[in-house]
């Protein structure tokens, strides 16, 4: 069967933890369906700064260049908090974004039946569950345009500029529009088109590459609407598309709609099949070396790999179903642990999930 080698970078805090787990799984889903897996080792973050004086060494891009995909735990923390800012730990993943070419950024928000009652909005409001996919633009706009200081009508002023071209649009349109094909063909694409010249462009270029996926169906929705509609009626969704400062903020929001930050995945994608995943939580090195993290987020970000780098579906859905059985047997990391069900450590839980693919 298949052959895969992948760059792993368990990073800082716990990101060690769950990244182990998460590579146990790998190996799991490799015996049950005959496939590969071989995994190269990385530095980034904190822990290459100790080691080697830099956040992002040479060596860890060739290692990743030279795979067919990159698993992250997470980087930073309070002990490189006074780095210079040109060298601190979280410059290694806007670092590995472009040298990588990873232009697109995958955040699907999800509710299990077995915890909506963490998802702070009313049990009406998602009943029968929810499964949003954002997908963020990530190397444009505001947060790589111009900027700079100057002497405006009022004194010094600040800027920052938004720029988009039709490239950039194009690409991460398409990325979209096709997984929607996936999913339940439906695609919202978030912007301010009533005020922003940039927001306008993109309405034009969605329309132009929606001609290629007919089954598809696009709207469009202003980012102030959708910030709202998020919590007042979050199901009406299925694959949201926006820029990257917008995709920023919405994410986030989604993400809090689940109830745990500790269960969410994410995926970086470039041209091609080539992608970096990573969990959407921090170092948390409070509780590094604890056995207290949740894997489940590291390990559905590995479903995200075999499932948009791997094209390997039904061993993406072997996982996630792994991870919902174990949740509906009331298994639970303290982060999500309640009165009632069974408390575990990061590696009793990733064993757990193991034994249930």
């Not at 800012?85 to 697109?104: C, I, V, Y």
Request: glycine content about 8%; some cysteine; charged content about 25%.
């Amino acid at each position: 069967m298949g052959k895969y080698k992948i760059a792993v970078i368990p990073g800082d805090g716990i990101g060690p933890e769950v990244t182990q787990e998460a590579v146990n799984v790998l190996k799991a889903i490799g015996e049950k369906f005959q496939h590969t897996f071989t995994f190269e080792y990385a530095l980034a973050g904190g822990c290459a700064i100790d080691a080697c004086g830099e956040c992002l060494p040479e060596e860890t891009l060739e290692i990743c260049k030279h795979s067919n995909s990159v698993m992250l735990g997470a980087v930073g923390g309070p002990k490189w908090d006074n780095v210079p800012n040109a060298q601190r730990p979280e410059k290694a993943l806007l670092g590995l974004r472009a040298e990588l070419g990873l232009f697109s950024n995958l955040r699907p928000a999800k509710i299990y039946d077995a915890l909506a009652e963490a998802c702070p909005l009313k049990a009406e409001i998602v009943k029968g569950g929810l499964d949003i996919l954002i997908v963020r633009e990530l190397t444009g706009g505001i947060y790589f345009g111009e900027r700079g200081y100057r002497q405006g009508k009022y004194g010094e002023e600040a800027y920052d500029v938004e720029t988009y071209s039709e490239v950039e649009i194009k690409r991460i349109l398409k990325n979209a529009l096709e997984i929607a094909m996936q999913r339940d063909k439906k695609v919202c694409c978030v912007d301010k088109a009533n005020v922003l010249e940039t927001s306008r462009l993109w309405r034009k270029v969605a329309q132009e590459v929606k001609n290629d996926y007919p089954e598809v169906e696009l709207t469009y929705m202003y980012v102030d609407n959708a910030a709202m509609q998020l919590v007042r009626n979050p199901k009406q969704f299925d694959v949201m598309v926006t820029s990257n400062m917008f995709g920023d903020i919405l994410s986030d929001e989604a993400s809090m709609i689940t109830g745990s930050i500790g269960l969410l995945p994410s995926a970086s994608l470039g041209e091609g099949t080539f992608g970096m995943y990573e969990p959407i939580h921090g170092s948390a090195p409070d509780i590094a070396r604890e056995n207290k993290a949740n894997p489940i987020a590291a390990i559905l970000s590995v479903a995200m790999m075999l499932k948009y780098s791997f094209h390997l579906t039904k061993e993406a859905d072997a996982i996630e179903a792994a991870v919902k059985t174990v949740l509906e047997k009331g298994l639970r990391t303290p982060d999500i642990f309640s009165q009632g069900t069974t408390l575990l450590g990061t590696k009793e839980m990733g064993e757990a999930i193991q034994n249930c693919i």
